[in-house]
């Protein structure tokens, strides 16, 4: 496995402002991956954070909302632009390695928009 | 990826064996069969996977069946630090994929 730790653990904003989050691993990876966990629910999948390119986002998600950086194998941030109470969530990085079967998730971070 | 069932909650005496089933009837062939569980607000931890033998680690047992339609997860001595809602994924296996969709999950509660 590998040791995760995402800042903010926690964080309280104002809407209309923007946060970024921070990931990083004590290893390098192949794969880092970003989710969210809004109150209640379960965990799903903003997007695959890309070395050297644009992120890879799913369905419901996008870019200018939810930027994403990848800037090597170690690292990753993912910005959420423009608050609303309802980006109130859990965000979780994870990773993964192509020749192992088997993702990790980072401890989270906690966001409350006021 | 397969969709999973599993109850919304179960409840386990300390010290006893906690089995959580799963639902998989749409798996195929290509799909491996993932834990985690998510202690309160936590990261999601990895529990165990396996495609289609039982396996076993240091934190759990996975029985497949061999149709491969169901498992159950065993935690072997249940402890008040397994409360926690325990997942069911199924995913496929290919290096291209690597999107875990959670479901609602099982909430397990450990009793003292």
């Known amino acids: 496995s590998a040791v995760i730790s995402q800042k903010p653990s926690r964080d309280i904003c104002q809407r209309g402002t923007s946060l970024t989050i921070q990931c990083q691993v004590d290893s390098q990876v192949t794969m880092m991956f970003w989710y969210r966990q809004q109150p209640g629910q379960s965990l799903t999948l903003i997007a695959t954070a890309n070395q050297g390119s644009e992120a890879t986002y799913e369905s419901g998600f996008v870019i200018d909302k939810f930027p994403i950086s990848r800037p090597n194998l170690t690292f990753s941030t993912l910005t959420v632009s423009n608050m609303s109470p309802e980006d109130s969530s859990i965000y979780l990085c994870?990773?993964?390695?192509?020749?192992?079967?088997?993702?990790?998730f980072g401890p989270g971070t906690r966001l409350l928009v006021l | 990826d397969a969709k999973t069932t599993q109850p919304p909650s179960m409840d386990c005496a300390e010290g006893r064996a906690a089995n959580l089933p799963c639902n998989h009837s749409?798996?195929?062939?290509?799909?491996?069969v993932y834990w985690y569980r998510q202690i309160h607000s936590q990261g999601p931890q990895y529990i165990i996977h396996?495609?289609?033998n039982n396996e076993t680690n240091e934190m759990a047992s996975l029985i497949i069946t061999e149709d491969r339609k169901s498992s159950t997860l065993i935690l072997p001595h249940a402890t008040l630090r397994d409360t926690a809602v325990y997942y069911c994924?199924?995913?496929?296996?290919?290096?291209?994929?690597?999107?875990?969709?959670f479901g609602k999950g099982t909430l397990l509660t450990v009793n003292p």
């Open positions: 749409t798996i195929s062939g290509n799909e491996y």
């Open positions: 994870s990773v993964a390695w192509t020749e192992r079967e088997t993702q990790y």
């Open positions: 994924i199924v995913r496929v296996r290919a290096l291209s994929n690597y999107k875990l969709t």
């Open positions: 396996g495609l289609k």
